[in-house]
C-alpha cells in the first residue's frame, strides 16, 4: 500500500500550487482521500476530504474558496489545486485514505494509510 503525494514547492503569497497523491496497492473505490497538514511546533490539522465513490468534498473554513479538490479514478490520484496561497499555509502537507463507509471525514483516527508529505512553504 502506497500513497504518494507530489506538487509541494515554494511560491509567493497569492500564488498557486497543485499538489497530487497517487495511490496504489488498495482498491481505490474503497476508500476516500483527505488532506492534512503540519506547520512546525503546530498540530496536524485535517484540511480536505473527498468521497470517491461520490465527489462530495468537505474543506476547513480557512481553505475553503481557495483549495479545490478533485479525483481520478483512472489514475488512482486525488489532486488538491490550492490557489490565493498565504504564508500561513506553509506547511507539510500529507494525503491519507479513510475507508469509503465513513464517507467524509477528518478524524485521523479514521484513516488507514498515510503518505510521506511534500512541503509547501509560502514567502510574503
Known amino acids: 500500500v502506497q500513497l504518494v503525494e507530489s506538487g509541494g514547492g515554494l511560491v509567493q503569497a497569492g500564488g498557486s500550487l497543485r499538489l497530487s497523491c497517487q495511490a496504489s496497492?488498495?482498491?481505490?473505490?474503497?476508500?476516500?482521500i483527505g488532506w492534512f497538514r503540519q506547520a512546525p511546533g503546530k498540530e496536524r490539522e485535517g484540511i480536505s476530504c473527498?468521497?470517491?465513490?461520490?465527489?462530495?468534498?468537505y474543506y476547513i473554513p480557512s481553505v475553503k474558496g481557495r483549495f479545490t479538490l478533485s479525483g481520478d479514478n483512472a489514475s488512482n490520484t486525488v489532486y488538491l489545486q490550492m490557489n490565493s496561497l498565504r504564508p500561513d499555509d506553509t506547511a507539510v502537507y500529507y494525503c491519507?485514505?479513510?475507508?469509503?463507509?465513513?464517507?467524509?471525514?477528518?478524524?485521523?483516527?479514521?484513516?488507514?494509510?498515510w503518505g510521506q508529505g511534500t512541503q509547501v512553504t509560502v514567502s510574503s
Open positions: 491519507a485514505a479513510y475507508p469509503r463507509e465513513y464517507r467524509l471525514t477528518l478524524n485521523g483516527r479514521s484513516y488507514d494509510y
Open positions: 496497492g488498495f482498491t481505490f473505490d474503497d476508500y476516500g
Open positions: 473527498i468521497s470517491v465513490s461520490d465527489g462530495s468534498t
